[in-house]
């Protein structure tokens, strides 16, 4: 029989570790979950309680980002296909760990201020507010499958290859990307709203 320390560790689709990814920003710490699984896919168990979606590996939130409705809605397996796709072009590209990429990408494109609508007898205008650890994970991803499925769109780049180029552009801080395009634009409104 195998013993705890020559069990085999496991990795993301049999090829990437988790075990040396680390979260640089404290505050999404809690929630960007780095737990190991072979295949990203927990079938819904965290649906049943507010905020379990924290404890979701942050890879299958990002396979779940991309089955928003439209060509590729529902079809899960096809997400996990794109995406596994995707993390082999970003290790060709990179020679880095997708997953690492992956969690640069996420702590480089989440915002950390928005505006919200404040009305006061009739008149309504914006206040500057923070925005929380978890809704920062969740706006991070939606734009970096924005940009990844507009950058696919009409254009002979396929998803996975788009996806990487999100991935590996959001991860350098690159400002022509999507994701960081639209960070840089949502803290510039809510500065000029403070």
Not at 25 to 53: A, M, N, Q, T, W
Not at 99 to 125: F, H, K, S
């Amino acid at each position: 029989m195998d013993g705890p320390a020559e069990r085999e560790e496991i990795k993301l689709f049999g090829e990437w570790s988790f075990k040396e990814v680390k979260v640089r920003d404290l505050g999404l710490e809690r929630y960007i979950c780095l737990d190991p699984v072979y295949i990203p896919h927990s079938g819904g168990r965290h649906e049943s309680k507010r905020f379990r979606k924290s404890r979701v590996n942050i890879v299958e939130r990002l396979v779940n980002n991309l089955m928003r409705p439209g060509k590729s809605g529902g079809e899960k397996m096809r997400a996990i296909n794109v995406v596994r796709n995707a993390f082999k072009i970003v290790e060709l590209k990179t020679g880095r760990n997708p997953i690492e990429v992956l969690v640069r990408a996420v702590e480089n494109a989440a915002p950390c201020e928005d505006t919200t609508r404040i009305g006061y007898g009739g008149i309504v205008y914006r206040l500057a507010v923070d925005i929380s650890p978890q809704r920062r994970v969740d706006l991070a991803l939606r734009f970096l499958v924005q940009g990844a499925k507009q950058e696919a769109f009409s254009n002979r780049r396929t998803l996975e290859e788009a996806l990487a180029n999100q991935l590996i552009g959001a991860a350098s801080n690159d400002g022509n990307i999507f994701a960081i395009r639209r960070r840089q634009e949502i803290e510039r409104i809510a500065l000029a709203s403070r």
